[in-house]
Protein backbone atom coordinates (compact mmCIF):
# COMPACT_ATOMS: atom_id res chain seq x y z
CA UNK A 1 0.00 0.00 0.00
CA UNK A 2 1.14 3.24 -0.91
CA UNK A 3 2.60 5.65 1.96
CA UNK A 4 -0.83 8.32 2.39
CA UNK A 5 -0.18 11.76 2.57
CA UNK A 6 -0.40 13.76 5.60
CA UNK A 7 -3.40 15.63 4.10
CA UNK A 8 -4.83 12.75 2.98
CA UNK A 9 -4.96 11.08 6.26
CA UNK A 10 -6.03 14.28 8.18
CA UNK A 11 -9.38 14.10 5.66
CA UNK A 12 -9.95 10.51 6.68
CA UNK A 13 -9.26 11.53 10.52
CA UNK A 14 -12.35 13.74 10.64
CA UNK A 15 -14.31 11.55 8.34
CA UNK A 16 -17.00 10.18 10.47
CA UNK A 17 -17.58 7.13 8.47
CA UNK A 18 -14.10 6.03 8.98
CA UNK A 19 -14.84 2.70 10.13
CA UNK A 20 -13.49 2.91 13.95
CA UNK A 21 -16.54 2.62 15.68
CA UNK A 22 -17.14 6.71 15.79
CA UNK A 23 -21.40 5.78 15.37
CA UNK A 24 -20.92 4.14 18.96
CA UNK A 25 -20.60 8.02 20.37
CA UNK A 26 -22.57 10.70 21.06
CA UNK A 27 -19.63 12.71 22.69
CA UNK A 28 -21.48 13.06 25.95
CA UNK A 29 -24.97 14.19 23.96
CA UNK A 30 -27.21 11.44 25.14
CA UNK A 31 -26.39 11.43 28.32
CA UNK A 32 -26.55 15.08 28.89
CA UNK A 33 -29.86 15.02 27.22
CA UNK A 34 -30.86 11.43 29.10
CA UNK A 35 -30.07 12.42 32.72
CA UNK A 36 -28.86 16.04 32.67
CA UNK A 37 -32.34 17.90 31.54
CA UNK A 38 -30.39 19.38 28.69
CA UNK A 39 -31.95 20.50 25.26
CA UNK A 40 -31.14 21.47 21.58
CA UNK A 41 -30.93 25.44 22.87
CA UNK A 42 -28.45 24.35 25.55
CA UNK A 43 -25.74 22.06 22.95
CA UNK A 44 -23.62 25.21 21.64
CA UNK A 45 -22.87 25.78 25.47
CA UNK A 46 -22.28 22.20 25.69
CA UNK A 47 -19.63 21.88 23.09
CA UNK A 48 -18.24 25.02 24.26
CA UNK A 49 -17.75 23.27 27.84
CA UNK A 50 -16.38 20.15 26.55
CA UNK A 51 -13.69 22.16 24.11
CA UNK A 52 -12.53 23.66 27.26
CA UNK A 53 -12.25 20.53 29.09
CA UNK A 54 -12.66 17.55 27.79
CA UNK A 55 -11.42 18.39 24.23
CA UNK A 56 -8.13 19.77 25.65
CA UNK A 57 -7.56 16.90 27.76
CA UNK A 58 -7.57 14.87 24.45
CA UNK A 59 -5.36 16.64 22.38
CA UNK A 60 -3.03 17.29 24.85
CA UNK A 61 -3.03 13.82 25.38
CA UNK A 62 -2.90 13.13 21.55
CA UNK A 63 0.46 15.69 21.32
CA UNK A 64 2.30 14.38 23.75
CA UNK A 65 1.89 10.64 22.66
CA UNK A 66 2.91 12.46 19.09
CA UNK A 67 6.12 13.13 20.56
CA UNK A 68 6.30 10.14 22.62
CA UNK A 69 5.84 7.82 18.81
CA UNK A 70 8.49 10.59 16.83
CA UNK A 71 10.74 9.04 19.73
CA UNK A 72 10.44 5.66 19.70
CA UNK A 73 10.16 5.67 15.74
CA UNK A 74 13.56 7.21 15.84
CA UNK A 75 14.93 4.50 18.10
CA UNK A 76 13.18 1.85 16.26
CA UNK A 77 12.89 -0.64 19.03
CA UNK A 78 10.61 -2.38 20.41
CA UNK A 79 10.04 -1.29 24.06
CA UNK A 80 6.30 -2.19 24.92
CA UNK A 81 4.03 -0.27 26.76
CA UNK A 82 7.10 1.26 28.74
CA UNK A 83 6.92 3.78 25.72
CA UNK A 84 3.15 5.28 26.35
CA UNK A 85 2.81 3.75 29.97
CA UNK A 86 3.02 7.40 31.86
CA UNK A 87 1.26 8.96 28.72
CA UNK A 88 -1.52 6.74 29.48
CA UNK A 89 -1.84 7.27 33.09
CA UNK A 90 -1.63 10.61 33.13
CA UNK A 91 -4.85 10.78 30.20
CA UNK A 92 -6.38 8.15 32.91
CA UNK A 93 -5.80 10.22 35.69
CA UNK A 94 -7.43 13.34 33.69
CA UNK A 95 -10.53 10.86 32.81
CA UNK A 96 -11.39 9.94 35.76
CA UNK A 97 -15.48 8.14 34.69
CA UNK A 98 -14.68 4.35 33.81
CA UNK A 99 -17.08 4.41 30.99
CA UNK A 100 -15.61 6.91 29.03
CA UNK A 101 -12.31 5.45 29.43
CA UNK A 102 -13.81 2.44 28.22
CA UNK A 103 -15.58 4.07 25.49
CA UNK A 104 -12.16 5.57 24.91
CA UNK A 105 -10.42 2.04 24.43
CA UNK A 106 -13.14 1.14 22.07
CA UNK A 107 -12.60 3.88 19.71
CA UNK A 108 -8.97 3.17 20.41
CA UNK A 109 -9.05 -0.42 19.31
CA UNK A 110 -10.64 0.80 16.36
CA UNK A 111 -7.96 3.38 15.21
CA UNK A 112 -5.51 0.80 16.05
CA UNK A 113 -7.21 -1.90 13.62
CA UNK A 114 -7.23 0.75 10.84
CA UNK A 115 -3.45 2.04 11.52
CA UNK A 116 -1.83 -1.45 11.15
CA UNK A 117 -3.20 -1.70 7.97
CA UNK A 118 -1.50 1.31 6.51
CA UNK A 119 1.65 0.97 8.70
CA UNK A 120 2.16 -3.08 8.58
CA UNK A 121 4.54 -3.93 11.50
CA UNK A 122 5.09 -0.44 12.83
CA UNK A 123 7.17 -0.40 15.94
CA UNK A 124 5.43 3.03 17.12
CA UNK A 125 1.99 0.84 17.08
CA UNK A 126 3.29 -2.01 18.86
CA UNK A 127 4.74 0.31 21.65
CA UNK A 128 0.63 1.04 22.34
CA UNK A 129 -0.30 -1.68 23.65
CA UNK A 130 -3.48 -3.81 23.56
CA UNK A 131 -5.63 -1.47 24.54
CA UNK A 132 -4.51 2.06 23.75
CA UNK A 133 -7.50 4.69 24.43
CA UNK A 134 -8.31 6.74 21.33
CA UNK A 135 -5.82 9.98 21.99
CA UNK A 136 -2.61 7.32 22.15
CA UNK A 137 -3.60 6.01 18.73
CA UNK A 138 -3.91 9.25 17.30
CA UNK A 139 -0.62 10.79 18.65
CA UNK A 140 1.03 7.68 16.97
CA UNK A 141 -0.69 8.00 13.76
CA UNK A 142 0.30 11.90 13.66
CA UNK A 143 3.49 10.91 14.22
CA UNK A 144 3.34 8.30 10.86
CA UNK A 145 1.60 10.36 8.97
CA UNK A 146 3.76 13.58 9.43
CA UNK A 147 0.88 15.69 10.53
CA UNK A 148 1.71 18.36 13.04
CA UNK A 149 0.97 19.22 16.63
CA UNK A 150 -1.51 22.06 15.63
CA UNK A 151 -3.42 20.30 13.33
CA UNK A 152 -3.62 17.11 15.59
CA UNK A 153 -4.85 19.76 18.01
CA UNK A 154 -7.68 21.20 15.36
CA UNK A 155 -8.65 17.57 14.43
CA UNK A 156 -9.69 16.49 17.94
CA UNK A 157 -11.22 19.31 18.61
CA UNK A 158 -13.43 19.04 15.05
CA UNK A 159 -13.65 15.49 15.92
CA UNK A 160 -15.60 16.11 18.90
CA UNK A 161 -17.97 18.86 17.45
CA UNK A 162 -18.65 16.19 14.69
CA UNK A 163 -19.50 13.75 16.86
CA UNK A 164 -22.27 15.59 19.05
CA UNK A 165 -23.25 17.29 15.81
CA UNK A 166 -24.21 13.75 14.37
CA UNK A 167 -25.53 12.12 17.37
CA UNK A 168 -27.95 15.05 18.00
CA UNK A 169 -29.35 14.38 14.54
CA UNK A 170 -30.49 10.95 15.73
CA UNK A 171 -31.40 11.90 19.19
CA UNK A 172 -33.45 15.15 18.23
CA UNK A 173 -35.38 16.45 15.12
CA UNK A 174 -32.84 19.23 13.90
CA UNK A 175 -31.83 20.64 11.16
CA UNK A 176 -28.39 19.58 9.78
CA UNK A 177 -27.58 22.77 9.02
CA UNK A 178 -27.43 23.63 12.19
CA UNK A 179 -25.21 21.01 13.51
CA UNK A 180 -22.66 22.23 11.21
CA UNK A 181 -23.32 25.98 12.15
CA UNK A 182 -22.29 24.47 16.08
CA UNK A 183 -18.67 23.53 14.78
CA UNK A 184 -18.15 26.72 13.03
CA UNK A 185 -19.04 28.51 16.23
CA UNK A 186 -16.71 25.84 18.34
CA UNK A 187 -13.75 26.99 15.85
CA UNK A 188 -12.38 29.69 17.24
CA UNK A 189 -12.38 27.72 20.86
CA UNK A 190 -10.34 25.18 19.30
CA UNK A 191 -7.90 27.73 16.93
CA UNK A 192 -7.30 29.17 21.46
CA UNK A 193 -6.12 25.69 22.44
CA UNK A 194 -3.55 25.11 19.30
CA UNK A 195 -1.20 27.19 20.35
CA UNK A 196 -0.91 26.22 24.31
CA UNK A 197 -1.42 22.38 23.46
CA UNK A 198 0.89 21.87 20.10
CA UNK A 199 3.95 22.47 22.54
CA UNK A 200 3.30 20.18 25.07
CA UNK A 201 6.34 17.31 25.33
CA UNK A 202 5.30 15.77 28.82
CA UNK A 203 2.48 13.95 30.22
CA UNK A 204 2.44 15.90 33.27
CA UNK A 205 1.73 19.55 31.33
CA UNK A 206 -1.65 17.91 29.39
CA UNK A 207 -4.24 20.21 30.43
CA UNK A 208 -6.44 18.53 34.17
CA UNK A 209 -9.18 20.65 33.54
CA UNK A 210 -12.33 18.57 35.17
CA UNK A 211 -16.26 18.21 33.33
CA UNK A 212 -17.38 16.51 36.73
CA UNK A 213 -21.30 16.92 34.82
CA UNK A 214 -20.08 14.87 32.04
CA UNK A 215 -18.32 12.32 34.10
CA UNK A 216 -21.62 11.74 36.35
CA UNK A 217 -24.07 11.43 33.25
CA UNK A 218 -21.58 8.77 31.72
CA UNK A 219 -22.07 7.20 34.90
CA UNK A 220 -25.30 6.83 35.41
CA UNK A 221 -25.62 6.28 30.92
CA UNK A 222 -23.67 3.15 31.59
CA UNK A 223 -26.21 1.15 33.99
CA UNK A 224 -29.04 2.16 31.64
CA UNK A 225 -30.45 -0.22 29.10
CA UNK A 226 -32.09 2.18 26.49
CA UNK A 227 -29.83 3.85 24.99
CA UNK A 228 -28.72 4.51 21.12
CA UNK A 229 -24.99 5.50 21.95
CA UNK A 230 -22.25 4.28 24.63
CA UNK A 231 -20.79 7.23 25.84
Request: charged content about 20%; overall charge negative.
Amino acid sequence: MPEPSPDLVLALLADARLPVGGHTQSAGLEPALTHGGLTAADVPAFLRGRVATVVAVEAGTAVVARYRALAVGALDTAPGDVAFGDVEQAWAARTASGPLREASRTLGRGYLRLAQRLWPGSTVLDALGRRPPRPLVLGAVAALAGLDAARLVRLCGHEDAATLGAAALKLDPLDPAETVAWTLAAHPLVEELVPRLAVLTEPGDIPAGSAPLVEEHSLRHARTTHRLFQA
